[in-house]
């Protein structure tokens, strides 16, 4: 982490050094499970900027805390009552009003505050040190833009000498790729301090939000289950290997395994290192899965070195619903941030939603009981997976799905599908379709100028042809000159009803199969 140059509050912060346990108590969320003493303050926020979907938090100059709405504000927090307890977001920079979107990347040199947009990394300068921004110019621009909502700019880290390294997510999901020629889309990058050099670190990656150097200087990262990833990855960075992602670009090399698998909950969002009692461990909150509001964690991991290989252990700290940005403040309490509801593209619906979280040591709570993993209960009539294990084959599952983590067919694979649902997610997802689909999986309904019209989901696209998964998985090559017209479907290709004339012991014994179907 860079050292800042340090100065005084502004002149609406009044020094607090101690927060009464009455003050913390007025703020406290008891929604929120927590497996260690911990108090979680949901921050009263209402003044200043809107809180309105908060994404990455990053510590900041003077002591602050930085949040980055997903709608393009992004603003410190401070207290300005004088009870310890922020209760003001005040904007440092607004990115929509230099026509950009959606920063998912920040990180501080000094008084500049680098900001992670899909089309470049741009750097917010305070020239006064009043917590305003006042000038931003381009750092770096290399970066293949087709306007995707998924084409996130994240883990934004300086190492000692000034070099950034950042993630650019997989355009493997992008119907309407644009042309990459040095493949840096599925890569981590690493930026000269000027921005005028750049290189590829590593291939294969996914959807990594989250990087954290450790105090060995070693960096590691979290990449999204999805594609070829069968599960959540937790990485170390080591320079020139593949991880395992999109080989339709990157070619069918051997991919370096993860150091270990997310376990509490899935979705690793941003991740910070942390020396608690002289003990270094990595913090990670995770999102959940897609659209279900009320999943999402924040978890400890202790990594240690053996022999040449690296162990880590995971602990459950907090239940707490779509858990996205997590930063420390000078003092070790841990800041949260938890995204608002928003559509199929993660954009942010009409009415501001999300909040910003705290959590303090706190003796005087009594936690949880730490479960030992995410449930994965067997039916009530007990497990009957070879039964189950039938019906998914007389039900025509295996036309669509895939059970090895790597087969990609048209369909999601369905290894480890019980450590992302539990086991009524994971019927409403049979049942329902079409009622949580995620842009990637979308259907594309491809007219040819010969009137013929094709429906499937896109494999992969370039200058040339669209390649579209039909049923049965069959890919139909596409000549761009061909296509008259390109329109995604937002119902699902699995036909509602599919469990029609099933009675309830064949449902659950479905259910058991997939449940089974662990790495």
């Not at 979907?53 to 100059?61: A, D, K, R, T």
Request: proline fraction near 6%; glycine fraction near 8%.
């Amino acid at each position: 982490m860079v050292a800042f140059t340090l100065c005084g509050w502004s002149c609406v912060q009044k020094r607090n050094t101690s927060i009464t346990e009455a003050d913390i108590k007025k703020y406290l969320d008891t929604t929120i499970k927590v497996y260690e003493p911990y108090a979680v303050l949901k921050l009263p926020i209402q003044k200043g900027t809107k809180v309105w979907n908060p994404g990455v938090l990053e510590p900041g100059p003077g002591g602050r805390i930085f949040v980055a709405n997903m709608t393009g504000e992004i603003y410190s927090l401070l207290d300005t009552d004088g009870d310890g307890i922020e209760d003001m977001a005040m904007e440092f920079c607004d990115v929509k009003k230099d026509g950009f979107r959606t920063p998912t990347g920040l990180v501080f040199k000094d008084w500049d505050l680098y900001v992670g947009l899909p089309q470049q990394i741009r750097v917010y300068r305070d020239l006064d040190r009043d917590f305003v921004a006042d000038t931003s110019f381009v750092y770096f621009d290399q970066i293949p833009f087709s306007d995707h909502p998924y084409e996130y700019t994240s883990g934004l880290r300086f190492d000692p000498q000034g070099w950034m390294y950042i993630s650019l997510t997989t355009d493997s999901w992008n119907a309407g790729a644009s042309p990459d020629p040095n493949k840096y889309r599925g890569a981590i990058l690493k930026i000269s301090p000027d921005g005028k050099k750049v290189s590829t670190v590593a291939t294969g990656i996914r959807s990594v939000h989250g990087m954290s150097f450790d105090g060995n200087g070693q960096l590691f990262f979290a990449d999204n289950q999805g594609g070829q990833n069968p599960v959540e990855e937790l990485h170390l960075l080591q320079e020139g290997y593949f991880y395992g992602h999109n080989t339709t670009k990157y070619g069918d090399v051997e991919a370096i395994p993860p150091i270990t698998v997310f376990r509490s909950e899935v979705a690793p969002a941003e991740m910070e290192f942390q020396l608690v009692n002289g003990q270094e461990y990595l913090y990670a909150s995770l999102y959940g899965p897609g659209e279900y509001w009320e999943r999402g964690a924040v978890v400890r991991i202790h990594i240690t070195a053996e022999k040449d290989s690296l162990y880590a252990t995971e602990e459950l700290l907090a239940d707490l619903p779509k858990a996205t940005g997590l930063a420390f403040a000078n003092n070790g309490d841990l800041y949260v941030s938890r995204m608002g509801r928003t559509d199929y593209w993660y954009f942010a619906t009409e009415a501001p939603d999300g909040a910003i979280y705290r959590l303090i040591k706190a003796p005087w709570v009594e936690p949880e009981s730490r479960p030992s993993e995410i449930d994965l209960t067997p039916s009530p009539e007990g497990s009957n997976i070879q039964k189950g294990k039938f019906l998914f084959a007389s039900l025509a599952c295996a036309s669509c799905h895939g059970i090895d983590g790597k087969t990609e067919l048209l369909g999601p694979n369905l290894r480890n599908i019980g450590e992302v649902y539990n086991r009524k997610e994971l019927l409403d997802e049979i049942i329902n379709p079409s009622k949580r689909m995620k842009p990637g999986t979308f259907p594309t309904r491809i007219s040819t100028v010969d009137d013929e019209v094709f429906l499937g989901r896109v494999v992969t696209q370039d200058e040339e042809a669209v390649h579209l998964m039909l049923i049965g998985n069959t890919v139909k090559k596409i000549p761009i000159e061909d296509i008259a017209s390109s329109t995604p479907v937002t119902e699902s290709m699995m036909y509602e009803g599919l469990l029609n004339g099933l009675n309830d012991a064949e449902i659950n014994a479905l259910l058991d199969y997939l449940i089974s179907l662990r790495q």
